[in-house]
């Protein structure tokens, strides 16, 4: 054993013990806290009854994951949220890894595991199940094989860094941010070397055949995908440029600013280094676009954030071997982010909640332009859900036994659907039709038009397509966002036209 892998042997308990206090957070919560399903859980689920190579507004791996656990260990949320808990928890090891290559050592991991634990971003992508978890993991793993195949100039890194990119596209195509960074840093650098052999070649190879089935899925489908980004550039018109920038302290935590500062600090002193140049160009790439952008939410560039952490890590450390006192000044600071973690992941009572962010002063945001109530956006979509299809149930049952064999039960978005979907067996309902992103690529099912039960927030044009509209009752939740409070019921029989010619007309992509 050389002296390196000597020093990360030494090392991994101390790995293994932030792992393990990542791990313990997401269980406590998800076992004695928490609230209801989170809406693009309750989608997540839908889509995992259907397996498919593509989907609307997500490639598949996720989905396939998620078909996976709850085929092994069931539906409950405490059983959909295990999984972002474990790949949060384990995005730590290459995350460690990642510093030890750079050469941190005991300190810097602590600064930065502390940096990575309080980061409310990544305490929110670990707190429920998508595709933002595995995200970190795979960008992660990322990061840490393209920092070795600097530091070791050793081919395989080529192959590893290849799955790692491919397996993260498969799961969210912001990894081709993170692609069009590395070539520019082969392009603008002396590593522009390895461009002369096959192994960036066979990088990108390898990725893209890993994402080639969803490149096929849009193909087959009349490319979704594109038209669903199309669709939601406007989705964002509340954020810009200063919001973007702005937004990094508090969903990074205004307690790792020093860490994060130093960060920067570190990757300008270390721009003549192989691998910290490289992180500098792709950082600066995937910033770069999204500033172009305009209208981005703060946390698009989460992934590649642990960057700052990393390089201010050791940069403290260092700083530390002059004034020890340093370091431990920088992680009392660190410690006071626990005053934020309420805000990440649901760990106090809903009611204590509202007057703890109060207290303050933290109004409820949206990044979408959603009226609110006492809630922001992320807390009030875990909520109503259950109610919708109770109340729904309630209308179902009334039916005549005839009645129920033609009757479909429609949501206008993905959330009201997903309900159905998710609280269907509870309620002894059938599963949802729906208009929203994959839920109309799967079509009105056996729907033919007789009698549909649909939820909405008002009557609007469905008298002009039905003979015959009747409102049922309204579903109260008043902790819900306020478009999914006091939603109307409506009983709907006798389509004046045909499904098909019906079908094309609901589609959203958004």
Not at 14 to 21: A, P
Not at 131 to 158: H, R, V
Not at 240 to 260: C, D, R
Not at 313 to 338: D, F, H, N, P, Y
Request: hydrophobic share 45%; proline share 5%; net charge neutral.
């Amino acid at each position: 054993m050389n002296e390196n892998n000597k020093s990360i042997a030494s090392l991994w308990p101390l790995i293994g013990l932030f792992v393990l206090i990542k791990l313990l957070i997401h269980l406590y919560t998800n076992t004695f806290a928490g609230y209801g399903i989170f809406r693009d859980e309750l989608y997540m689920y839908a889509c995992s009854l259907r397996p498919d190579i593509g989907y609307v507004d997500q490639p598949p791996l996720s989905v396939w994951i998620l078909s996976l656990s709850t085929m092994f260990i069931g539906k409950s949320l405490f059983a959909m949220r295990l999984i972002p808990a474990l790949f949060g928890a384990f995005a730590m090891i290459p995350y460690s890894l990642s510093v030890i290559s750079l050469g941190g050592g005991r300190k810097a991991i602590i600064i930065a595991s502390a940096a990575f634990i309080l980061s409310p971003i990544y305490l929110a992508y670990c707190g429920y199940f998508s595709m933002n978890s595995i995200d970190i993991f795979l960008w992660s793993l990322a990061i840490y094989f393209l920092i070795k195949l600097q530091k070791t100039q050793e081919t395989k890194y080529w192959i590893l860094l290849g799955f790692a990119m491919g397996f993260a596209l498969l799961n969210k195509i912001g990894m081709l941010w993170f692609g069009f960074g590395l070539l520019l840093s082969l392009i603008l650098t002396s590593d522009r070397k390895w461009l002369t052999t096959k192994w960036p070649y066979l990088t990108g190879i390898i990725a893209l055949t890993m994402f080639s089935p969803y490149l096929v899925w849009n193909a087959l489908n009349d490319w979704p995908t594109l038209e669903f980004i199309r669709n939601t550039a406007g989705k964002y018109e509340s954020q810009s440029q200063l919001t973007f920038l702005s937004g990094q302290f508090l969903i990074n935590n205004p307690s790792n600013l020093i860490v994060w500062i130093a960060g920067i600090i570190w990757l300008i002193k270390k721009r003549k280094d192989t691998a910290p140049r490289s992180l500098a160009v792709i950082f600066l790439t995937i910033l770069a676009i999204l500033l172009i952008n305009g209208n981005t939410k703060p946390e698009y560039l989460a992934q590649i954030f642990s960057v700052l952490f990393i390089g201010g890590a050791i940069l403290v450390e260092e700083w530390s071997e002059k004034r020890k006192i340093i370091v431990g000044v920088v992680l009392a600071i660190q410690l006071t982010g626990i005053v934020v973690v309420p805000l990440a992941i649901p760990i106090l009572p809903v009611d204590s909640f509202i007057t703890y962010s109060k207290t303050l002063g933290m109004s409820p945001s949206t990044a979408e332009g959603h009226n609110l109530a006492e809630l922001p956006q992320f807390y009030a979509d875990m909520f109503g859900w259950e109610n919708q299809a109770k109340a729904v149930a309630k209308v179902y049952h009334s039916l005549s036994a005839e009645e129920k064999q033609v009757c479909s039960i429609f949501g206008d978005n993905y959330g009201r659907s997903g309900a159905i979907d998710y609280f269907g067996d509870k309620y002894d309902l059938p599963r949802s039709i729906g208009n929203h992103n994959n839920y109309w690529i799967w079509g009105p099912g056996n729907y033919d038009g007789k009698i549909a039960i649909i939820l909405s927030e008002d009557v609007g044009d469905k008298a002009d397509f039905f003979e015959h509209v009747e409102d049922m009752g309204t579903i109260n939740s008043p902790y819900a966002i306020p478009y999914e409070n006091n939603l109307h019921i409506y009983l709907c029989k006798n389509l004046k036209i045909s499904v098909e010619e019906l079908w094309p007309m609901v589609k959203n992509y958004n």
